[in-house]
């Protein structure tokens, strides 16, 4: 009988790194379950866990490259393939110049070990192109605190004894929480908020929901601190040592434009439902806020985070147990630049410069524009791995066109991404099972670096990071791609942590590097110009923005355009089954959501005369798709919400990136005006 073993691992079904035991018999993974040594899932796993085989497995992975010929993808070797890619950017390099590649990276592959080769490979090939996922996703959140007060918190939820959720599912929706700490909101005296205009599966767990209107959640922050402004209901002892501008703050908002009373005609909420939360925040120590894309994703999501901040921060919730924490970054080698960086300034540095110059990289939604429109100068070649633009992207048919447009597109996943249909080459990455490679969790709160190990040889592929380094020798560059094995990388990257592959293996694949210590910045002050929470941002000022919060046009967003479109679309809330576009091929996931659907309130649907599965048309100024009408009242009235991911409904179709956040460059996914009638 073959030997059975279990290997602990890390599930990569979405980013979070949830700790997995792979049990692997006869050389084959066959069964798997949750770590409950790992110390964030706690041998907890979600149903995209448990569906890991169903991927490793699934007949839709790619089992070779693909090259296109005569318009046809055909298989070829390895070798062919690497030897055709090199050659074709060597050609588009002399051409056009090293900048006229675009290097971009999705959600698919993590954000982690596998940027770092291939930044190193864009700053080797020359180009200052290399762009990612962060372009539409956390980083407004970053910026916006990174401005406040010089770092991304994270919310201490176990512990904690007051919980806002807002524009966020984690029951659903990565990050996630595991349901034990859910269950455990509600109970002990321990109160949960959600603010989110759909009736969630977190919201319905909710001891207050407030169902506010989409892209209306500034005006809502700015009401709560109105309300403990003038109640004086701040941490005193900590402003005075430790926030800059408080008292210009306070003379503003206490003004009674910002009353919660003013702004229910803005957010949809009841002036005393806001004064209720507001106050219940501001008295519950301590107390946190889990956020997601749902605040980011509006024209002014940076400032909705730097406004959240200041609610962090006036409240006293920062860098203590049950709030709002900084986890410090390990000692990881940056080997991202051998070479001097180019003088060329990259895509969307001229448009989103803080976005460019915080991240250091290009701004993937300014991609599009350099392909179709040859500014700032021309993209002709782009390689995408791990993503999904045409789905994922605003205004998917601008992106198709651009990508049509390419003279070089070379796609690197799993299985044939819809992006591969413009594709001039395609090749199979190997799944999270055959792949080694490093995870930092500090946005897990968890000052501890795990392994994700190869529990098998790769059936088809090859690890991501030796996709690259193979690129790197075919193109030449093997002097500054010595690493054979994802192992000697790991051993190279982590060696200033004095941690190794073998040690980490040793650990069971989990190595504390740090132990928690709260309110840091009592020994080192704030990572801002002035050492001090910056309501008014220094770094702002300094680069030609307003440096205030405050906008002074708050209030007249989402007006106009309301005779022709109605009503208000969000998109893009998660589905448990999918992370993104991902696993629509996996049957048993694909049973749990089968189809793309358009959430409507039945008030909302008699308004159009439209019933329960109706066919409907959706249409904004940008596009229009067709849809299925659900009928459903865990939405708010005058509200229409579409899952995005969906090929035959496509919610891109209907997005763009013509009211973008002026900092972040992040589009209005949810917030956008819209028309729906029935066909
Ligand atoms: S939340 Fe689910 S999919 Fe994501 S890492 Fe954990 S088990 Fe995997």
Not at 313 to 320: E, S
């Amino acid at each position: 009988m073959a030997e059975k073993r279990e290997i602990p691992t890390l599930c990569r079904m979405c980013d979070h790194g949830c700790g997995i035991l792979v049990s692997v018999e006869g050389g084959k993974p066959v069964h798997v379950r949750g770590n409950p040594a790992h110390p964030f899932n706690k041998g907890w796993i979600c149903v995209k866990g448990k569906s890991a085989l169903d991927l490793f497995y699934s007949p839709k992975r790619l089992k070779t490259p693909l090259i296109r010929h005569g318009g046809r993808l055909r298989e070829a070797t390895w070798d062919d393939a690497l030897s055709y890619i090199s050659v074709r950017l060597q050609r588009l390099k002399e051409k056009w110049g090293p900048q006229a590649l675009g290097i971009y990276y999705g959600e698919g592959v993590g954000h982690q070990e596998v940027r770092f080769y291939m930044k190193r490979f864009a700053n080797v090939y020359g180009t200052p192109n290399f762009m990612s996922v962060g372009s539409i996703c956390n980083s407004s959140r970053t910026l916006g605190e990174t401005l406040t007060f010089g770092g991304l918190t994270k919310p201490d939820v176990a512990n904690s004894r007051f919980v806002i959720v807002w524009g966020a599912n984690p029951l659903v929706s990565h990050e996630p929480v595991p349901p034990k700490i859910m269950r455990r909101l509600g109970k002990l005296n321990i109160r949960l908020i959600v603010i989110d205009p759909r009736k969630t599966e977190t919201a319905r767990r909710a001891d207050i929901h407030l169902a506010i209107k989409p892209g209306t959640d500034e005006t809502l922050i700015l009401n709560m601190l109105h309300v403990i402004l003038n109640e004086e209901r701040w941490d005193r002892a900590f402003i005075k040592k430790w926030v800059n501008g408080f008292e210009t703050l306070r003379a503003e908002l206490t003004k009674s434009r910002f009353s919660p009373e003013t702004g229910a005609a803005v957010t949809g909420i009841e002036p005393e439902q806001a004064r209720t939360v507001a106050r219940a925040y501001a008295e519950t120590r301590p107390a946190c806020m889990f956020t997601g894309n749902g605040l980011e994703h509006h024209p002014f999501g940076v400032n909705t985070a730097r406004l959240l901040a200041v609610l962090k921060a006036i409240t006293g919730n920062l860098d203590v147990p049950g709030g709002e924490l900084f986890t410090p970054k390990p000692l990881i080698k940056d080997i991202t630049t051998p070479m001097p960086p180019s003088t060329v300034q990259a895509v969307g540095a001229d448009r989103f410069p803080v976005f460019c110059r915080v991240r250091g990289e290009g701004h993937a939604l300014c991609v599009s524009r350099a392909i179709l429109d040859e500014k700032p100068y021309p993209i002709k070649g782009l390689t995408i791995t791990g993503g999904n633009p045409t789905l994922q992207w605003p205004n998917s048919r601008r992106t198709r066109e651009a990508l049509k447009k390419l003279e070089f597109l070379l796609v690197i996943d799993v299985v044939e991404s819809p992006d591969s249909r413009y594709a001039d080459v395609v090749i199979p990455a190997c799944t999270f099972l055959e792949r080694d490679e490093h995870r930092i969790n500090v946005y897990l709160n968890l000052p501890h670096v795990t392994l994700r190990r190869a529990v098998v040889a790769p059936l088809y592929g090859i690890p991501d990071q030796m996709v690259w380094v193979k690129l790197a020798h075919a193109m030449g560059y093997g002097e500054y791609f010595p690493w054979r094995s994802c192992e000697e990388g790991i051993d190279y990257l982590l060696s200033d942590l004095g941690v190794s592959y073998e040690s980490l293996i040793a650990e069971g694949g989990i190595h504390e590097y740090d132990r928690r210590v709260y309110k840091k910045y009592e020994t080192g002050g704030f990572n801002t110009p002035s050492g001090k929470v910056e309501i008014f941002s220094a770094r702002l000022k300094n680069m030609g923005y307003d440096p205030s919060p405050i906008r002074s046009d708050v209030e007249q967003d989402l007006t106009g355009a309301e005779e022709t479109f109605p009503l208000i679309l969000t998109t893009g809330g998660n589905l448990l089954p999918y992370t993104h576009w991902q696993f629509r091929y996996i049957p048993r996931l694909m049973k749990m959501a089968p189809g793309p659907v358009l959430e409507i309130h039945p008030d909302t649907a008699g308004q159009f005369e439209i019933s329960d599965s109706d066919m409907v048309e959706v249409k904004t100024e940008i596009g229009k798709i067709q849809i299925k009408a659900r009928l459903t009242k865990d939405i708010r009235r005058g509200t229409v919400h579409m899952a995005q991911g969906w090929e035959s409904s496509n919610a891109n179709m209907l997005t763009s990136t013509n009211d973008s956040d002026p900092i972040s460059g992040f589009p209005n996914l949810k917030s956008l005006r819209c028309q729906v009638r029935k066909l």
